[in-house]
T-cell receptor
Framework: GDSVTQMEGPVTLSEEACLTI???????????LFWYVQYPGEGLQLLLK?????DKGSNKGFEATYRKETTSFHLEKGSVQVSDSAVYFC??????????FGAGTTVTVRA | DAGITQSPRHKVTETGTPVTLRCHQT?????MYWYRQDPGHGLRLIHY???????DKGEVSDGYSVSRSKTEDFLLTLESATSSQTSVYFC???????????FGPGTRLLVL
């Protein structure tokens, strides 16, 4: 079946450090890929998405590139801020209703 | 932000009691979903709806039922709550199949 594997957390880093969260997927079809973010006490928000190979999604300084050859969609940010502290979820959707989520990665950024 | 509200936002109940959670949307989206969020599992789909009175099961549907009598409302019912159903429940909506899903603020349920 379709599944997503993302790196275990928690991740703790200092302000202005680089962040990378690895995400790989297994899919029977040709999926769309998503990163969602959940800030403390809130619901999930779409951070970025990509719908075909080599597409790059970007938002709020975060980027992720859809790599079909490595079945990956790693999330990156060059310089994190305290406000980026959150739980990040990688997810995929094939041509149906279902979003399959990774387990989530908790990121804490210290001033 | 997508207009999605959930009620109640917090609930404490006892084992064996029925519980109904409500999701209300103002976006007129066709698809609505109920997920539960548990540590180490991400979000898992309980049930979803693809139109008024059209619903289907997700991957963790046992012990849950849903109803959708109007486009804007999607109800999740725990017929007889158990401690294993202690979780945070999220409603989501989307305009089309495979499209971006937008999430509500969540309901935190504790079953004692």
């Amino acid at each position: 079946g379709d599944s997503v594997t993302q790196m275990e957390g928690p991740v703790t880093l200092s302000e202005e450090a680089c962040l990378t969260i690895n995400c790989t997927y297994t899919a029977t079809g040709y999926p769309s890929l998503f990163w969602y973010v959940q800030y403390p006490g809130e619901g999930l928000q779409l951070l970025l998405k990509a719908t075909k190979a080599d597409d790059k999604g970007s938002n709020k300084g975060f980027e992720a590139t859809y790599r079909k050859e490595t079945t990956s969609f790693h999330l990156e940010k060059g310089s994190v801020q305290v406000s980026d502290s959150a739980v990040y979820f990688c997810a995929l959707s094939v041509s149906d209703y279902k979003l399959s989520f990774g387990a989530g990665t908790t990121v804490t950024v210290r001033a | 932000d997508a207009g999605i509200t959930q009620s109640p936002r917090h609930k404490v109940t006892e084992t064996g009691t029925p519980v109904t959670l409500r999701c209300h949307q103002t976006e007129n989206h066709r698809y609505m979903y109920w997920y539960r969020q548990d540590p180490g599992h991400g979000l898992r789909l309980i049930h979803y709806s693809y139109g008024v009175k059209d619903t289907d099961k997700g991957e963790v549907s046992d012990g849950y039922s849903v109803s959708r009598s109007k486009t804007e409302d999607f109800l999740l019912t725990l017929e007889s709550a158990t401690s294993s159903q202690t979780s945070v429940y999220f409603c989501a909506i989307s305009e089309a199949v495979g499209d971006t899903q937008y999430f509500g603020p969540g309901t935190r349920l504790l079953v004692l």
